[in-house]
């Protein structure tokens, strides 16, 4: 049956940045799947709360305090996702951040520090996990192992809000084409998911929602997305559902980077 | 701290659910629309399954889907139809949809390939080959899309179109120019349909094969021939099975947020450098 190619029973995930957002619906997705989680990010309230929910669908979970720009840390997460499961299949690197440095009106006004945050905390932290974690699959004798990263869209067009994150997330695609060949070898597949734009909660108030609903005219399909919807893709792509998938990006964006030359809603029509 | 709670969120496995959804499979006898329409009914959907050669062969490959379709306990139904002709797509849609009682996926599953060189490509192996590749995933879209449009919004789901195409769509390959445009045409009508049907709750996306296990192509016996499974990252060529779970996800509600996407399931080929 199709749909049991899906499951994950038995798998050893471990999520970045499953504290809320996306990392949390992901996180969730594949508990719900069968796999039991490792929630790390830097705030241990938040990934503690990701945790209960893992084990309230039955599934055995940890939450392991780390900040991803530290390569010591990337590599004692794994270390220690091994220790108490025995085992790692799947590594998903979703942590980084968006809009909270790297920000100046002004290019000569971005300083080196926030340059270098913005690297280390989106492209630097996928390299570290990807590194440990390919090595202790390989080292625990895994038959195939899966990494997932997390990149953007900001990465295939101008982002003149944070160019940096742009060209960090750019350099995450790059990342995963060539490990994905590198590690192939070793039956390890990696691919990632590059969102477009996706609301990270719900709207709390109507005010907020009204709003959200405002930007939606700027995508093609009139809505944001919503966290939840990057779980079923990131399933496919943890499963062996995706079995032949490797060096892939998965574009999740309400159809605006398959256009984006007039403003959404210029449908000329013009006699030849 | 809490856990975030979507009203509309679709969960895990549940997410993939198409139980209740009709879905009409272009090129049902080959080895991947096979594959295709019986993981659409495997996740519960009932499904049209069309030829578009009137060959005994196909035919009879046809006929067993449909009984395999109905083995999994989904309504099936046969149509042996040319879509490379306007007329013939839109009259076999309307009666899959008057037959199904809507259409709510579609899948354009059929591929025509030749391989020659540009210089004795003679203007029917191009039509021929823009007629059966390019042409009836239009003809089928424009029919499916009027069926879809019709329907009532459900939810935030009206349609999902996928066409399945080739990374040759991307990538150039002596020999195969007019294969190659055909299939460059069908991934960027998929980015045009996708911008236009948007906002009416249609996706429309391509999956792109690579080399597939039953392409005469790789039967080439020259030393690169022999040499082109080695040159996929994962070095063996890809199965029907590998293709349809992405086109279950594709034709579920959970992917209302992708639209005008090429999906590549290729063993890391399109990655090579």
Redesign the interface.
Known sequence: MVLDRLRLDGKVAIVTGAGRGLGQQMALALAEAGADVVCASRTQAQIEATADAVRAVGRRALAIPTDVRSSEQCKALIDATADEFGTLDIMLSNAGIGDARGHATELWDVNDEDWRDTIDVNLSSAFYCARAASKKMIDLNKPSGVIINVASGTALRAYTQNFGYGAAKAGVIALTKSLAVMLQRHNIRVNCIIPGFVAQRPAPTPEIAAMMQKQARYYPVQRLGEAWELGPLALYLASDASSYVTGQGFIIDGGGLAGGVAPVGFAPEVEG | ?????????????D??DLAGKRALVVGAAGGVGRAIA??LA??GADVALCTSTSSAEEALALRKVVREVRDLGRNAIEQSTDVSSGQGAQVMVKQVAKDLGGIDVLVNASDVFIAKPATRITDADWARIVGHNLSATFFTCRAAGKEMLKAEMKG?ARGRIINVASVLGDRGLPNASAYCAAQAGILNLS?AL???W??Q?I?VNAIALGWMDDSAALGDPTPAGNQTVRYI???RA??AE?????A??LA?D????????V??????L???L
């Open positions: 701290m809490t856990v975030a709670d979507w009203p509309n969120a679709k969960r895990s496995l997410a993939y019986l993981a495997e996740a935030r980015r996708a911008q236009e948007a906002a709750g996706t990252p994962m070095k890809g199965r590998d293709v349809a779970p992405l279950v996800y579920s959970a992917s209302g947020y992708i639209t005008g996407q999906m590549y399931v290729d063993g890391g399109s990655t090579h």
